[in-house]
């Protein structure tokens, strides 16, 4: 018997994974159809679908459905999408107009797709200052977001000045309008509070239990507003009361803490009947505020701008050797505006929110 001769040919070869480059083209999506993000809850994101098919199209994403089939609201449908793994570590929030593929019916166990991002008009961010592990690292709450409504209550729990200050530089930075709503009206008054913030020229309304929000529904309309604000101080109560349908939980502040229970666990766009969206956010003890420079600060005081041509290098503007005292003593600018920039500014230096501790009920 001949012995076998065995050469290459007799060699099964695993092909290797060759040279060529992975395509960077990806899918142009030409029939994607236009979403409006409304929830955000583990990995699936609840649109309202605009797409133009029956529908017509208004500010911020909002639509009214005339037909088909699937989860019908009073603005269009719902549909429950994931994010495209092309779309890689791009994070998508509430507020976001999204593009969809997939199935966009909106019917019971049916899922699309997000395969695209569209720009973002404004982004209202925190830092995640307010844990242990502090990183520093910007945190996108909401999206597309052309008002801050900052909810304070009057009394139960009392004012936190100091996390209105956090709040109001949030929106500086996101270009976004702040609004003050002042909340149980009814306990305490407004004016002392009113006061405070007058130098900013920051519009307010003022609520109570039971009462008329003809104001503010005004304020809201046409609008994309997000409501941001401690825990009790009563967000989720208004946002009932403005969506007949939100169904939003509430809760009672602790007698001895003095502090709110978290009902909103996520961020939630809601259609307003007059027009316009409002967002519910879960309420905070925190706002971070690292990832904000002092200039962006110092921009939302125009009056004042001028006065730091002569600061030294790297003024923080909190007193010392800064310019302002000077262009203020001069009659340049308003020294009720320079107290409120500075306390703006010692906002940012990760002081706590929460800053009035039962034990210490004359801390301000």
Same mark, same amino acid.
């Given at each position: 018997?001949?012995?076998? /001769? ?26 994607? $159809?236009?979403?409006? $993000? *409304? ?22 994403? =909002?639509?009214?459905?005339? +037909? !088909?089939?699937?989860?019908?609201? @009073? ?32 019917? @019971?166990?049916? &899922? #699309?797709?997000?395969?695209? *991002? ?58 976004? /309008? ?7 009206? %009814?306990?305490?008054? @407004?004016? /002392? ?7 900013? !020229? ?7 239990? !039971? ?21 009790? *101080?009563? =967000? ?16 009672? $502040?602790?007698? *001895? ?10 961020? $939630?766009?809601? /259609? ?40 030294? =290098? ?10 302002? %005292?000077?262009?203020?003593?001069? +009659?340049?600018?308003? @020294? ?8 703006? &500014?010692?906002?940012?230096? +990760?002081? #706590?929110? %929460?800053?009035?501790?039962? %034990? ?5």
């Amino acid at each position: 018997m001949r012995r076998r /001769e065995y050469d290459e040919d007799d060699v099964r070869v695993r092909p290797g994974k060759g040279s060529r480059p992975r395509t960077r083209i990806r899918p142009a999506h030409e029939d994607a $159809v236009e979403g409006f $993000v *409304v929830g955000v809850d583990r990995g699936r994101y609840t649109c309202l679908v605009t797409d133009g098919h029956g529908r017509r199209r208004g500010r911020g994403g =909002k639509a009214a459905r005339t +037909g !088909g089939e699937g989860t019908a609201q @009073p603005g269009g449908t719902l549909v429950v999408a994931m994010k495209a793994r092309e779309l890689g570590r791009k994070g998508i929030v509430v507020g976001d107009r999204v593009a969809l593929v997939g199935d966009v019916s909106g019917r @019971p166990d049916t &899922l #699309a797709r997000v395969v695209r *991002v569209e720009p973002r008009v404004s982004m209202l961010r925190r830092s995640a200052d307010d844990t242990d592990d502090t990183d520093g690292i910007e945190r996108p709450v909401v999206a597309n977001a052309d008002q801050l409504v900052i909810v304070t209550a009057l009394a139960d729990p009392p004012p936190r000045p100091r996390m209105i200050d956090r709040m109001l530089v949030a929106a500086y930075d996101a270009d976004i /309008e702040p609004l003050l709503c002042l909340t149980k009206s %009814d306990l305490a008054p @407004p004016e /002392e509070i009113v006061s405070l913030y007058a130098p900013l !020229g920051l519009p307010y309304v003022v609520v109570r239990r !039971g009462g008329e929000l003809d104001e503010l529904r005004e304020r809201l309309r046409d609008r994309i507003s997000v409501l941001v604000g401690h825990s009790g *101080v009563g =967000k989720s109560t208004l946002v009932n009361a403005l969506v007949p349908h939100a169904n939003r939980a509430v809760s009672h $502040v602790n007698a *001895v803490t003095g502090r709110g229970r978290h009902t909103s666990t996520s961020a $939630v766009a809601l /259609e307003l009947p007059e027009g316009g969206w409002i967002i519910d956010t879960p309420g905070v003890r925190s706002f971070g505020l690292a990832h904000i420079s002092v200039e962006t600060v110092l921009a939302g005081f125009p009056d004042l701008v001028e006065g730091t041509v002569t600061c030294p =290098k790297g003024c923080t503007h909190l007193g010392g050797d800064c310019a302002l %005292d000077a262009w203020v003593a001069d +009659g340049h600018a308003d @020294p009720a505006r320079l107290g409120s920039l500075r306390r703006l &500014l010692a906002s940012r230096e +990760g002081a #706590a929110d %929460d800053e009035r501790r039962p %034990d210490r009920p004359d801390v301000p």
